[in-house]
C-alpha cells in the first residue's frame, strides 16, 4: 500500500508569490499516475493535474506538477486570489487509491 | 453536463446500516469506473471504495473491508454504498467520485457534492 505524504502541513503566502506545494510516496507510483486535486470550503475537490504533469480541462496554465517515482510537485507559478485552497496529491496506479494527508495555502 | 448527484445521508445510531446512492447524469455510465470518497468533519480526502464498468474489479480501503459493500446498477445509471456496522469513525461526507478515463488508471475527474453521514447514538 503507497502512503502519500506531503509537505508543508500549511504554506502562507502572498497573492502573486510562487507556491511549491510537495508529496512524497512510500514507494514508487506506477508510470507516474500521480494527481493533485484543489479544495475549497464548503465545495467537492476539483482535479489539477493527472499524470503526474498534464493539465485537467480549464486548468490556467499557472498550475504545473512535475516528478516521478516517489517525489512529486505541485506549483503555482503567481498565486491568484481565488488559489488559496487545500491541495491533495492522490496516486491512482494500484488500490487503495489513496490521497496525500494536504497542503493548505492560506493568505499571509 | 456531468452530474453526480448523492443522497441516503443521515445521522445513524452505532452499528446500524445505511445505503448510499449516487445517481448519474451527462455520460455513459457503463463505460466508467466509479468511487466512493469520504471527509470526515474538518479532516482530508479518504478513497473508500471502487468499482469497475463492469463491476469485474472492486476495491476497499481497510477500514471499511468487511463492511461497507459497494454496487452499481449500469441500467439506472447509479452506484450504491451499502454500510453495515456503522462506527462513529465512519461519520463523514461520502462523495461519490468518476474516473476520467475509459481504459486503464485514471484520476477522478467529477464529483458529486456529497451526503453526510453521522454515526451518532
Known amino acids: 500500500e503507497i502512503v502519500l505524504t506531503q509537505s508543508p502541513g500549511t504554506l502562507s503566502l502572498s497573492p502573486g508569490e510562487r507556491a511549491t506545494l510537495s508529496c512524497r510516496a512510500s514507494q514508487s507510483v506506477s508510470s507516474s499516475y500521480l494527481a493533485w486535486y484543489q479544495q475549497k470550503p464548503g465545495q467537492a475537490p476539483r482535479l489539477l493535474i493527472y499524470g503526474a504533469s498534464s493539465r485537467a480541462t480549464g486548468i490556467p496554465d499557472r498550475f504545473s506538477g512535475s516528478g516521478s517515482g516517489t517525489d512529486f510537485t505541485l506549483t503555482i507559478s503567481r498565486l491568484e486570489p481565488e488559489d488559496f485552497a487545500v491541495y491533495y496529491c492522490?496516486?491512482?496506479?494500484?488500490?487503495?487509491?489513496?490521497f496525500g494527508g494536504g497542503t493548505k495555502v492560506e493568505i499571509k | 453536463e456531468v452530474q453526480l448527484v448523492e443522497s441516503g445521508g443521515g445521522l445513524v445510531q452505532p452499528g446500524r446500516s445505511l445505503r448510499l446512492s449516487c445517481a448519474a447524469s451527462g455520460f455513459t455510465f457503463d463505460d466508467y469506473a466509479m468511487h466512493w470518497v469520504r471527509q470526515a468533519p474538518g479532516k482530508g480526502l479518504e478513497w473508500v471504495s471502487g468499482?469497475?464498468?463492469?463491476?469485474?474489479?472492486?476495491g476497499y480501503a481497510d477500514s471499511v473491508k468487511g463492511r461497507f459493500t459497494i454496487s452499481r446498477d449500469n441500467a439506472k445509471n447509479s452506484l450504491y454504498l451499502q454500510m453495515n456496522s456503522l462506527r462513529a469513525e465512519d461519520t463523514a461526507l461520502y462523495y461519490c467520485?468518476?474516473?476520467?478515463?475509459?481504459?486503464?488508471?485514471?484520476?477522478?475527474?467529477?464529483w458529486g457534492q456529497g451526503t453526510l453521514v453521522t454515526v451518532s447514538s
Open positions: 492522490q496516486q491512482y496506479g494500484s488500490s487503495p487509491r489513496a
Open positions: 468499482i469497475s464498468w463492469n463491476s469485474g474489479s472492486i
Open positions: 467520485a468518476k474516473d476520467q478515463g475509459i481504459v486503464g488508471a485514471a484520476p477522478f475527474d467529477y
